[in-house]
């Protein structure tokens, strides 16, 4: 009894190993799917400021960016100083500030309304996370 006891264990064990290395490589498959999601994205966005479809600024920064003078992080994070990585942060820090009054304003008059356009926003989120897992 002991000896089938321990076969039907070990086939339990190597039904979970199966199933576990069956998911391992699901998730790395949807791991490299975003990847290359988030890559195509960033390299549209940068091609977009290559034309300056963004602005003067952010043509100059990615051209800068291109050459290796600079990075993105460089420029969000303050660490770059030049009058254009400048004005680029004071715009963002604007439009931040602008979007923060008017979900306040909001939230104020229609607390429901809120409510519900952030449910509705966070299940669009939700979507989208798994239409990106699945590509």
């Known amino acids: 009894m002991a000896d089938a006891d321990r076969a039907e264990r070990a086939e339990r064990l190597a039904d979970d190993i199966g199933w576990l290395k069956s998911m391992s490589e699901e998730f790395d498959g949807a791991a490299t799917r975003v990847r290359d999601r ?3 994205d960033a390299e549209s966005l940068a091609e977009a400021r290559r034309r300056g ?6 043509q100059l920064l990615q051209q800068w960016i291109d050459q290796g003078k600079t990075t993105e992080v460089e420029i969000l994070c303050g660490i770059e100083k030049s009058p254009p990585a400048r004005r680029i942060r004071k715009q963002i820090a604007m439009s931040i500030a602008a979007r ?3 979900l306040a304003d909001y939230v104020a008059t229609d607390p429901r309304g809120a409510y519900r356009a952030l449910k509705g926003a966070s299940a ?3 979507d989208s ?3 990106a897992l699945k590509a």
């Open 124 to 126: 669009s989120l939700s």
């Open 53 to 58: 479809d963004h602005g003067r600024d952010w």
């Open 129 to 131: 996370l798994r239409q």
């Open 100 to 102: 923060r009054g008017d």
């Open 38 to 40: 988030v890559n195509t």
